[in-house]
């Protein structure tokens, strides 16, 4: 009977409950029914979420596999730990705010978005990390061959959105409406981190028109959390 049990756990794809019972079948473990049925239960929710945290990484195509536990809070660097932990509760999704981490090359930008990407997809948030030059070709493919809108859609509902190495370089017209229209569609209801070597001053210049600028940087540095890393090349040190 408990074969057979465990063979229609299968059938079912209740995989976290036919583990849980057979690791009860295992230990003999005494257990009243509702304590055997919260354990059963639990053990599959656990499963799945496991399954869901693992989906969300995948397809989020981070630049780098990286944890908030791994950052160095060196002195020089001006990442301020507090600040970082509190980004680590993911409360900034939730309210659909930005935060911006700008700084020089190589002092690790792009390495602590990814572990805040990370950090999402481990609290249950869909994200998606891109380079934003490449997200623009393929928007721009999308208008050729009809998938463009079906794009602009899948990123509305992202829940977190890293946009990494903007400012490489200037925007032109379509470019700029492009970004526009992702900006406008996630204003206040969707998180996004863009990484730049550029500081936020400068980014009227890549935008590289006034009234654009001025709609997209209103609603993207309005109660941002800024992030602005400094000191050497972690690259560099890691040469020495």
């Given at each position: 009977?408990?074969?057979?049990?465990?063979?229609?756990l299968?059938?079912?794809?209740?995989?976290?409950?036919?583990?849980?019972?057979?690791?009860?079948?295992?230990?003999?473990?005494?257990?009243?029914?509702?304590?055997?049925?919260?354990?059963?239960?639990?053990s599959?929710?656990?499963?799945?979420?496991?399954?869901?945290t693992?989906?969300?990484?995948?397809?989020?195509?981070?630049?780098?596999?990286?944890?908030?536990?791994?950052?160095?809070?060196?002195?020089?660097?001006?990442?301020?730990?507090?600040?970082?932990?509190?980004?680590?509760?993911?409360?900034?999704?939730?309210?659909?705010?930005?935060?911006?981490?700008?700084?020089?090359?190589?002092?690790?930008?792009?390495?602590?978005?990814?572990?805040?990407?990370?950090?999402?997809?481990?609290?249950?948030?869909?994200?998606?990390?891109?380079?934003?030059?490449?997200?623009?070709?393929?928007?721009?493919?999308?208008?050729?061959?009809?998938?463009?809108?079906?794009?602009?859609?899948?990123l509305?509902?992202?829940?977190?959105?890293?946009?990494?190495?903007?400012g490489?370089?200037?925007?032109?017209?379509?470019?700029?409406?492009?970004?526009?229209?992702?900006?406008?569609?996630?204003?206040?209801?969707?998180a996004?981190?863009?990484?730049?070597?550029?500081?936020?001053?400068?980014?009227?210049?890549?935008?590289?028109?006034?009234?654009?600028?001025?709609?997209?940087?209103?609603?993207?540095?309005?109660?941002?959390?800024?992030?602005?890393?400094?000191?050497?090349?972690?690259r560099?040190?890691?040469?020495?």
């Amino acid at each position: 009977m408990n074969q057979q049990t465990i063979e229609k756990l299968s059938q079912m794809r209740l995989h976290g409950m036919q583990e849980a019972f057979e690791t009860l079948l295992e230990t003999k473990q005494e257990l009243t029914l509702d304590q055997g049925l919260a354990m059963l239960a639990e053990s599959e929710w656990e499963y799945r979420q496991n399954r869901k945290t693992k989906r969300y990484i995948k397809s989020a195509s981070f630049r780098y596999s990286a944890a908030i536990e791994e950052l160095e809070y060196s002195p020089g660097r001006n990442l301020n730990k507090n600040q970082v932990l509190r980004l680590a509760q993911c409360d900034y999704i939730e309210k659909g705010e930005s935060v911006l981490i700008t700084g020089p090359t190589g002092t690790g930008k792009s390495f602590l978005a990814s572990a805040l990407g990370y950090q999402g997809c481990f609290k249950g948030y869909q994200t998606l990390y891109s380079n934003l030059q490449k997200l623009f070709i393929r928007l721009h493919m999308g208008k050729a061959d009809h998938t463009y809108h079906k794009q602009l859609r899948a990123l509305e509902k992202t829940d977190l959105l890293i946009l990494d190495d903007f400012g490489m370089q200037v925007l032109d017209y379509e470019m700029r409406m492009m970004l526009l229209g992702i900006i406008e569609d996630r204003h206040s209801r969707k998180a996004t981190i863009i990484v730049s070597q550029l500081p936020v001053k400068n980014w009227y210049d890549v935008i590289n028109e006034a009234t654009i600028a001025d709609a997209i940087l209103d609603r993207i540095v309005h109660n941002s959390n800024r992030i602005e890393l400094q000191g050497k090349s972690l690259r560099n040190r890691a040469k020495e």
